[in-house]
């Protein structure tokens, strides 16, 4: 009999443990995944071109921290933008 917190578990409830289990398991390693990502990841050689950057709005400092943000993209589609990143 599987054994939860110390205690018999009752065995209807089984499969809703496992299946919590295996759900925390899942995000936490998406989660993961994306922080890591995030910090050692680098852009896609699309990115400009995906981002189509409206070049009037950017100055000579802003152009080198462009890929920072999305905020000068002409692009509408989000989703783009996100696999482009």
């Known amino acids: 009999m599987p054994v939860a917190a110390g205690r018999p578990m009752d ?10 289990t295996f759900v925390l398991g899942f995000l936490l390693t998406m989660v993961s995944v994306d922080v890591a990502k995030s910090m050692c990841g680098r852009p896609r050689p699309t990115l400009i071109e995906v981002c189509q950057p409206d070049w009037s709005r950017c100055d000579a400092d802003a152009r080198r921290q462009l890929l920072s943000t999305t905020d000068v993209c002409q692009q509408t589609d989000h989703r783009l933008l996100l696999r482009a990143l």
């Open 11 to 20: 065995q209807s409830a089984a499969p809703v443990y496992v299946l919590g």
